[in-house]
């Protein structure tokens, strides 16, 4: 089974930057994408985007050109590198994973981006 473990939140000022890691632990072998996700308080789920394991990159329209997915195989972590965030970016970021046969794994605590105005 695999765990995916998010870090890296904060407080950040409008126009600042942060970047998010997933860590991942337990069946590597077993994940063929690597999925950022965010929900603030009263909203649906926001899928923001993915990299499979040949490292193809998708990115929602909400996120893209502003925020980057990353992977660094030999740490187990894919990254989220958010730029120009908007105080509207406040969110729980979540990564979760899908497996060869498309089934989604757990979902983790996340880790809370907090951009003031």
């Known amino acids: 089974q695999v765990q995916l473990v998010e870090s890296g939140g904060g407080l950040v000022q409008t126009g600042g930057s942060l970047r998010l890691s997933c860590v991942a632990s337990?069946?590597?072998?077993?994940?063929?994408?690597v999925a950022w996700y965010r929900q603030a308080p009263g909203k649906a789920r926001e899928w923001l985007g993915r990299i499979t394991d040949s490292d193809l990159i998708n990115y929602s329209d909400l996120v893209r050109g502003r925020f980057t997915i990353s992977r660094d195989n030999a740490k187990n972590t894919v990254y989220l590198q958010m730029n120009s965030l908007k105080p509207e970016d406040t969110s729980i970021y979540y990564c979760?994973?899908?497996?060869?046969?498309?089934?989604?794994?757990?979902w983790g605590q996340g880790t809370q981006v907090t951009v003031s105005a």
């Open positions: 979760n994973h899908f497996d060869h046969g498309m089934r989604l794994g757990p």
């Open positions: 337990g069946n590597i072998a077993e994940i063929y994408i």
